[in-house]
């Protein structure tokens, strides 16, 4: 078996916003602590960059953007999945025009559609663009379930190279295993799970922790993939506080918050997304020096 295109720690990044704009000098600053933290590659425009709430020219110019700030030192996988086939096509291939490593395409949401349209829908975007696809399955978010069945289905198209799945569900990793033949890449889409999820066969993360906590992320799963669950294990606990907090509130808003005390953001998000409630922010700040994150 080939060696995983992707894997290790991949922070889906947030856009950092100023008075309703891109903030492309806390963006660089941010995405410059990530690579000095050694994460493997970074996703520009998903879930956790609001990707949703950008208009196209906005999501091309992040994209393009981390692209140029990366430099070729991080993987980048672009986020250029939409319920619309065409603009996910259209998406995906500016994407390859700007030199991302590849592209992370979420199931159709809201349209709620079969299996088979789900499948049709990523192959058209395979065929389309010779840039690797990274399937993206997170139902809680988008109403639908990518099953296993169609994930085999479409782990035979050479431009489809792995799955982010979000679904917590450790016996997804173990039968994609075991039933897929050839190199595809099981990257988890849960930080709560992930140590579960490597121990099952997966090889990485996609991660919104590690926005805040680059460095001990990446040292869990460097002891994961080592091998030395018991180290690992410990970094887990240090860490689980943190996970949990980032997902109090309408996400990305408490990482945000997180990242503003650290004086690399402020805490704008994009409507219909708002601010996290001061409820929740002694949690977060709480979790935070568990995590050692000052």
């Known amino acids: ?29 941010l995405l410059e602590r990530q690579i000095a933290a050694g994460v493997h590659g970074v996703v520009p425009m998903g879930t956790t960059g609001e990707g949703a709430s950008m208009d196209l020219d906005e999501h091309k110019h992040v994209i393009e953007l981390c692209v140029r700030l990366a430099a070729g030192r991080v993987s980048v996988i672009a986020g250029t999945g939409s319920p619309y086939t065409k603009e996910a096509i259209d998406l ?29 829908h990523f192959e058209a975007i395979a065929d389309a663009v010779q840039l690797p696809i990274v399937l993206y399955n997170v139902p809680g978010r988008t109403g639908v379930d990518l099953t296993n069945e169609t994930v085999a289905r479409l782990a035979a198209h050479p431009n489809i190279v792995g799955i982010k799945d979000a679904t917590g569900d ?31 066969g997966g090889v990485g993360l996609i991660s919104v922790a590690s926005n805040v906590a680059p460095e001990a992320m990446v040292a869990l799963h460097n002891a994961a993939a080592a ?46 997304l708002s601010p996290t409630s001061d409820a929740v922010k002694p949690i977060i700040d709480r979790a935070m020096v568990e995590a050692g994150v000052t």
């Open 1 to 29: 078996m080939n060696a995983p295109l992707f894997k290790g720690v991949i922070t889906a990044l947030i856009t950092p916003l100023r008075d309703g704009n891109v903030d492309e000098a806390a963006f660089a600053k």
């Open 92 to 120: 995906t291939r500016h994407a390859k025009t700007v030199g991302a490593d590849g592209a992370l395409v979420v199931t159709p949401y809201y349209i709620r559609p079969s299996q088979a349209g789900m499948a049709a």
């Open 170 to 200: 450790m016996s997804r990793v173990s039968w994609m295993r075991t039933n897929i033949e050839g190199q595809f890449d099981l990257i988890s889409g849960d930080d709560l799970s992930y140590l579960g999820y490597h121990a099952t």
């Open 227 to 272: 091998g030395d669950y018991a180290t690992a294990r410990n970094w887990q606990d240090r860490l689980i506080g943190l996970c949990k907090a980032l997902f109090l509130d309408n996400s990305p808003a408490p990482t945000k918050y997180a990242l503003a005390k650290l004086g690399l953001c402020n805490e704008e998000a994009r409507l219909p």
